[in-house]
C-alpha cells in the first residue's frame, strides 16, 4: 500500500472503531462487535456482488470469496490480539 492508501486505510479503521465504541456506550460492546462484524459480511458480500457480471460468476467466485475474507479476518484478528497481549504482559 502506498503511504496515502495506508493513512486512508487507517483513517475509515479508527473511524468504524470510534463509531463502534459510540454504540457500545449504549448497547454493550458485545452487541457492538456483533454490529460491526455483521455490517463488514454484509459490505463485503455487496462487493462481490458488484464485482460479479453475473449470477453465475457470483456464485462462482463465492467460496473462493468467503475463503479469502475469512483468512483476511484471521490475520487482522491475530495480529490484533497478539498486540493486545504484549501490553497485557508488559504492564503485568
Given at each position: 500500500m502506498t503511504d496515502s492508501v495506508?493513512?486512508?486505510f487507517a483513517s475509515m479503521a479508527s473511524a468504524h472503531i470510534t463509531q463502534a465504541n459510540t454504540n457500545a456506550e449504549q448497547h454493550g460492546?458485545?452487541?457492538?462487535g456483533i454490529a460491526l462484524t455483521h455490517?463488514?459480511?454484509?459490505y463485503n458480500a455487496f462487493l462481490l456482488s458488484i464485482?460479479?457480471?453475473?449470477k453465475g460468476k457470483l456464485n462462482a467466485s463465492r467460496e473462493e470469496f468467503i475463503n479469502q475474507s475469512?483468512?483476511?479476518?484471521?490475520?487482522?484478528?491475530n495480529h490484533h490480539y497478539d498486540e493486545y497481549?504484549?501490553?497485557e504482559a508488559e504492564n503485568a
Open positions: 495506508n493513512a486512508a460492546h458485545e452487541l457492538s455490517a463488514a459480511a454484509r464485482e460479479s457480471s453475473s475469512v483468512a483476511q479476518y484471521r490475520e487482522f484478528l497481549a504484549r501490553a
